[in-house]
């Protein structure tokens, strides 16, 4: 095989790097995997041998590497940046770059990393064409969904489905944009059409999501079990897949009610990876929880030093308010406003769900919180978008509309205790006190802890 149908082929299996399952599943299942991508100008091209797949995607997966223990392993990414200067269109070490960038942001949480992917893949898009650099176009996808640009992740995800006709990724990411966007029966719609079989790391997270949002809350945690137990088996040399997998679980345990499994699993994420930034910011929500407000505290504090992020101030100052320090709580809270503020003012969509959380339960500025939450939901008619905006105009005395959205918020049958409180509170508030009694009585049943600390998420 030609040097330079090797490359390509490799190109074409890095566009499926992307999802934090996959280095893993490219291990697993290198035995089976074939490139096929038909280079330009085209000339026959072979399927390329197993170990020369490895060999190629090798760098990919070793470039985007973070050993949580030592710090960040700067080594590759030094030798990409040296790779680019000395050759600035080199657009696969630029997608190499955005892939590595995308990879620490999913593991210290730093948002720096996101500008730097997104910088790298527009470099990369420049020197060559979707046509003929899909990797790009999938990366692009991939930072527009990081930043909460659904819409024009679901432009992409189109893009690279039609330029890969019926690959298995582009389906995925297309799937993650719709159901983001609350668009959830297309997701089910562009997820069946991706095989399981084979794919149950990439695809059981994905459908977890889609169990939780019509209520069947356990189906979600066994399809994320289920992940887990693959993961594992590759925990060895990705420990961060394991302990992923491990901080979803917990969450939904969290959710539940049931503290002792999510105390569990978050645990065996920080075992993982000790300084995992989830797995601290989960943690120290289930201590607040449990009122063990010093450990939690200790633990933001620690997030905080580590991770520039404003929404870990917001849950800071909620943690301190829901202590009864109202002046403690005063400060993070403005810290965290001014954080918000100043991503919107850059146009980024990433906090107005969080300003709308902040300004209906933390600060009481329930106009302002009507605002961002409508904001929210020009972006998304998701879920959380609707629940958002019908507890900011609950707050803000408009009842009636609070009852319209809180109703679309139900809709998929979502059995998530607090937005089932919201819709008691809302409900009772426009007259209908059985109505409201039922859903305050559901809201118990889905997490009969619900009234303790929580994040707003």
Same mark, same amino acid.
């Given at each position: ?8 082929? *490799? ?10 399952? @996959? ?76 892939? +590595? ?34 990797? *790009?176009?999938?990366?692009? @996808? ?55 079989? =084979? ?17 069947? @809350? ?36 969290? $959710? ?12 065996? +994420? ?52 829901? *202590? =009864?320090?109202?002046?403690?709580? $005063? ?51 998701? #879920? ?10 609950? $707050?803000?005395? $408009? ?9 679309? *918020?139900?809709? @998929?049958? #979502? ?43």
């Amino acid at each position: 095989m030609n040097g330079f149908c090797e490359v390509m082929a *490799a190109e074409e299996v890095f566009a499926c790097v992307g999802h934090p399952l @996959t280095a893993a599943i490219i291990l697993k299942e290198i035995s089976r995997l074939d490139a096929c991508f038909v280079p330009y100008p085209p000339t026959p091209c072979a399927p390329m041998n197993n170990s020369k797949l490895l060999v190629a995607l090798l760098p990919l997966i070793l470039a985007s590497r973070e050993d949580c223990l030592s710090g960040p392993s700067i080594e590759p990414l030094t030798s990409l940046e040296a790779q680019v200067k000395k050759n600035p269109d080199d657009n696969a070490a630029w997608n190499r770059i955005a892939d +590595a960038h995308l990879r620490l942001l999913g593991s210290t949480g730093q948002l720096s990393h996101l500008s730097i992917a997104s910088d790298a893949v527009e470099k990369s898009l420049k020197i060559a064409n979707p046509a003929f650099n899909k990797a *790009a176009l999938a990366l692009r @996808t991939r930072v527009e969904l990081s930043s909460h640009r659904f819409a024009e992740a679901r432009r992409s995800a189109e893009q690279l489905r039609e330029l890969m006709q019926d690959r298995n990724y582009a389906l995925q990411l297309l799937g993650d944009a719709l159901f983001n966007l609350g668009d959830y029966g297309e997701a089910e719609a562009a997820w069946s059409k991706v095989p399981l079989a =084979g794919n149950e790391l990439a695809m059981e997270p994905r459908l977890s999501q889609l169990d939780w949002i019509h209520g069947n @809350t356990e189906g979600a945690r066994r399809r994320l079990e289920g992940a887990l137990h693959q993961a594992e088996k590759l925990a060895p040399q990705f420990p961060e897949i394991a302990a992923w997998c491990h901080v979803q679980i917990g969450e939904l345990a969290f $959710k539940s009610g049931d503290w002792e499994a999510a105390e569990s699993h978050y645990q065996s +994420a920080l075992l993982q990876q000790p300084e995992y930034y989830s797995g601290l910011d989960h943690l120290a929500e289930l201590r607040g929880a449990q009122g063990r407000l010093e450990e939690a505290s200790a633990l933001y504090v620690r997030l905080i030093e580590r991770v520039d992020r404003p929404e870990f101030l917001q849950a800071l100052g909620d943690l301190y308010l829901f *202590a =009864g320090k109202k002046d403690e709580a $005063k400060v993070w809270h403005e810290r965290a406003l001014a954080g918000y503020l100043d991503s919107v003012k850059r146009g980024e969509p990433l906090y107005d769900h969080h300003l709308a959380g902040l300004y209906s339960d933390s600060l009481n500025q329930p106009e302002a919180a009507v605002q961002s939450a409508r904001r929210d939901l020009a972006l998304r008619h998701s #879920v959380q978008a609707y629940d958002a905006l019908a507890w900011a105009l609950f $707050k803000a005395g $408009k009842n009636e509309e609070a009852l319209d959205f809180i109703g679309k *918020a139900l809709a @998929t049958g #979502v059995l998530d205790a607090h937005i089932l409180y919201h819709a008691g509170m809302i409900r009772m508030g426009c007259g209908d006190i059985p109505g409201g009694s039922v859903a305050l009585q559901n809201a118990m049943k889905a997490n009969p802890r619900y009234s303790t600390f929580h994040v707003h998420r």
